[in-house]
């Protein structure tokens, strides 16, 4: 720390042709942690990401509870961070079921994920479920941001039409919702929303110089780096490596979404298109967009985001680990113990991005601690047992130590039918956005912190 005084604010970009560059959370940017020579507090972020179909649940579930249990198989990838995850065992989604309304369990388990509401049986434009716990967040604490929220997925979705049993494709492709009626697109494309992140903010214009980019064959680094070596000289030591394994990280990542541009993923059993620009290994493509979530909350761009590896009732395949049938087809297994260890597969893939985004977290500094320390990420399906279609004891697990109001590295157990929907209050209590209820929830979950 210099202890001169700096011309730039916590909001200060580096900025050149159509590029605004955000910076991370630096010790040199915050007059009242230096003015007390202490290190600043990072703001808190909450992350929430769906998985569908459910799991299976004897290969998820640990054995025991407290300190110190034996990950199983679908959970072992997270083995670097065991210490950092809270598995909940119990949680249910009671508006995920029928409740009188027939067919569509996946359609309504992805409603229903962050709302806890009984979502509207139509495949009209009458569509309406409720706000879910990410957007109650946003409307919260978005001022204080580039963006309220970042809504990412890795399949594109249709919000009109019928997906499933009479529900609309809005419900079965988006979990986000800022009103009853109104969900919240997902961005599928790494290239539009790196773009979007390092824009300027005038969508024309950041296009136009994208392409001369394009032609020039430059890193949007190169456009910023003047402005970039201003800076240095004005930063302490240790803010000069954060803010040059930032810039490196930026670097990687740009190079990773251009080289997945103009590509597009060729997968039989699908009957969705992919658009240009996305990996052609799905693996990839949902490590790209864990990227985008790390670096807009690296930058505090936002502080909320949702993430669909995929939409409810995906069909996916999944050759990439020898699993080539589709997804939802295996997740009616008939308790076949050949399809079952086909979804064990595909539940410990998922698993593995996971892994990946949390250790990522964990490596990316952030005041005092790392980006891990100061989050919250929620991980889950609105399914249990795809081939049941059951809503209660719901895979669910949080990363993270929420600013130090959250002790992970635990398994607990809820009592049952404890809706989902306590949790996602206990969530909105730590992040300081506190509300009377939200969906069906009947209080706060306890447990979170010893």
């Known amino acids: 720390m210099t202890g001169r005084s700096l011309s730039f604010s916590r909001r200060h970009a580096l900025r050149g042709l159509g590029v605004s560059l955000t910076l991370p959370w630096l010790e040199s940017v915050c007059p009242v942690a230096r003015a007390a020579n202490m290190a600043p507090t990072p703001p808190q972020r909450i992350g929430f990401i769906f998985v569908p179909n459910g799991v299976h649940l004897p290969d998820w579930t640990p054995q025991t509870e407290g300190f110190g249990f034996q990950l199983p198989y679908i959970l072992d990838p997270l083995s670097s961070v065991q210490d950092d995850i809270l598995v909940i065992s119990g949680l249910t989604h009671d508006k995920g079921r029928a409740n009188g309304d027939g067919p569509g369990d996946h359609a309504r388990s992805a409603s229903v994920f962050l709302t806890g509401a009984q979502p509207r049986k139509t495949d009209g434009s009458n569509i309406r479920s409720g706000v879910s716990v990410d957007q109650v967040a946003a409307q919260a604490a978005g001022k204080a941001t580039r963006f309220a929220s970042l809504e990412l997925g890795c399949e594109q979705g249709r919000t009109a039409g019928g997906c499933d049993s009479g529900y609309s494709c809005a419900y079965s492709s988006n979990v986000a919702w800022s009103s009853k009626s109104t969900p919240v697109g997902k961005e599928t494309n790494p290239r539009f929303v790196f773009d979007r992140l390092f824009g300027d903010g005038n969508s024309k214009a950041t296009g ?3 392409q001369r980019r394009d032609v020039l064959k430059k890193s949007i680094l190169d456009f910023i780096a003047e402005d970039a070596r201003r800076l240095q000289k004005q930063l302490g030591q240790n803010d000069k490596r954060k803010l040059e394994e930032y810039l490196n990280g ?4 740009e190079r990773r979404v251009e080289g997945a541009a103009g590509q597009s993923e060729i997968v039989s059993d699908i ?24 670096l807009a909350f690296q930058t505090d761009s936002t502080r909320i985001a949702t993430f669909m590896f995929a ?24 308790e076949d113990a050949t399809k079952l260890s086909k979804i064990r597969s595909i539940n410990r893939f998922h698993v593995d991005q996971l892994s990946y985004l949390l250790q990522k977290m964990k490596a990316t500094p952030d005041g005092d601690g790392n980006l891990l320390d100061n989050s919250t990420i929620c991980y889950g399906s609105g399914i249990s047992d795809g081939n ?6 719901l895979p669910i697990l949080i990363a993270g130590h929420g600013g130090g109001t959250v002790d992970p590295g635990r398994h607990i157990r809820v009592p049952e039918e404890t809706p989902v929907c306590n949790l996602f ?23 979170l912190q010893i």
């Open 311 to 334: 939409n409810a009732a995906s069909n996916r395949s999944y050759r990439q680990i020898d699993v080539p049938d589709g997804h939802h087809d295996l997740s009616h297994h008939g």
């Open 425 to 447: 209050m206990s969530i909105l209590d730590r992040f300081g956005a506190p509300v009377d209820f939200i969906g069906d929830s009947t209080g706060k979950l306890s447990g």
């Open 250 to 253: 930026v670097r990687e990542v």
């Open 208 to 210: 136009d110089n994208q």
């Open 271 to 294: 009957d969705y298109p992919v658009p240009s620009g996305i990996p052609n290994d799905y693996g990839e493509h949902i490590r790209l967009m864990c990227d985008m979530m790390i």
């Open 388 to 393: 049941r279609h059951n809503n209660e004891n």
